[in-house]
T-cell receptor, first 113, second 115 residues
Framework: DAGVTQSPTHLIKTRGQQVTLRCSPK?????VSWYQQALGQGPQFIFQ???????QRGNFPDRFSGHQFPNYSSELNVNALLLGDSALYLC????????????FGPGTRLLVL | GQQLNQSPQSMFIQEGEDVSMNCTSS?????WLWYKQDPGEGPVLLIA?????ELTSNGRLTAQFGITRKDSFLNISASIPSDVGIYFC???????????????FGQGTRLTINP
C-alpha cells in the first residue's frame, strides 16, 4: 500500500517563473491538502481539495493555485515565483472529515533564486 | 489568524532523560495533535487529543489536552537516540473562530540527544 508520494523531490527555479508540484494520495484517500513549510518553521496550510474542488484556503495569494484530478491526485501551481516562496511543500491526504489522521508525503523542496 | 506558541524551540538532553514540551494559544482549540518530523520526511502523527483534560499515551509518549483548551503538552520518557527530530504541535480551532477548519501548526521543538 503506497503512502503519499510527491514529485519532484527537489526543484530550483528563478524569480518570475512558474512551478507545478504533484501529489498522489495514499490509497483510499479522497482529500488532499497542501502546506508550505519554510525553513525552521511549522507547516502552513495553503489549501485543500476534495471532489476536484478547492474546499478551504489559507492566507496565500492567488499566485498559488491547485487542481485535483478524478483519481484524487493533485497539483500545486505557483506563478510569478518570489524568493520568499523557497520552502518545503508538503502534501497530505486523508478522508474528507478525517483530517486529524492525514498522512504527509516527503515534500518537494523548492529553491527560488 | 490563529497562532500556536511552542516551547522550547530546541532541547539538548542526555539519552535516558525525560523530555517535556508544550504549546499554547490565545484562542481555544477543539483538537490538539502532536507530530514528529525527521529530516527529508513529512510530519508523522504521534498522538491526537479531542477532549479538554484528555491524557493519551503512545508508548513512551504522553500528551494532554489542557483544561482551558488553549494548551497542550507532550512528554517523552526515557529518551532514546531515535527520538531525535523536530516535534510539532498542531490544533484545529473552535468552529466559532474564523478559518476554524484549517489545521494550525506550532514552530516546532528540535530535540537533540547526546548518547
Amino acid at each position: 500500500d503506497a503512502g503519499v508520494t510527491q514529485s519532484p523531490t527537489h526543484l530550483i527555479k528563478t524569480r518570475g517563473q512558474q512551478v507545478t508540484l504533484r501529489c498522489s494520495p495514499k490509497s483510499g484517500h479522497d482529500t488532499v491538502s497542501w502546506y508550505q513549510q519554510a525553513l525552521g518553521q511549522g507547516p502552513q496550510f495553503i489549501f485543500q481539495y476534495y471532489e476536484e474542488e478547492e474546499r478551504q484556503r489559507g492566507n496565500f495569494p492567488d499566485r498559488f493555485s491547485g487542481h485535483q484530478f478524478p483519481n484524487y491526485s493533485s497539483e500545486l501551481n505557483v506563478n510569478a515565483l518570489l524568493l520568499g516562496d523557497s520552502a518545503l511543500y508538503l502534501c497530505a491526504s486523508s478522508l474528507m472529515g478525517g483530517e486529524e489522521t492525514q498522512y504527509f508525503g516527503p515534500g518537494t523542496r523548492l529553491l527560488v533564486l | 489568524g490563529q497562532q500556536l506558541n511552542q516551547s522550547p524551540q530546541s532541547m539538548f538532553i542526555q539519552e535516558g532523560e525525560d523530555v517535556s514540551m508544550n504549546c499554547t494559544s490565545s484562542s481555544i482549540f477543539n483538537t490538539w495533535l502532536w507530530y514528529k518530523q525527521d529530516p527529508g520526511e513529512g510530519p508523522v502523527l504521534l498522538i491526537a487529543l479531542y477532549k479538554a483534560g484528555e491524557l493519551t499515551s503512545n508508548g513512551r509518549l504522553t500528551a494532554q489536552f489542557g483544561i482551558t483548551r488553549k494548551d497542550s503538552f507532550l512528554n517523552i520518557s526515557a529518551s532514546i537516540p531515535s527520538d531525535v527530530g523536530i516535534y510539532f504541535c498542531a490544533g484545529r480551532p473552535h468552529p466559532r473562530v474564523q478559518g476554524a477548519q484549517k489545521l494550525v501548526f506550532g514552530q516546532g521543538t528540535r530535540l537533540t540527544i547526546n548518547p
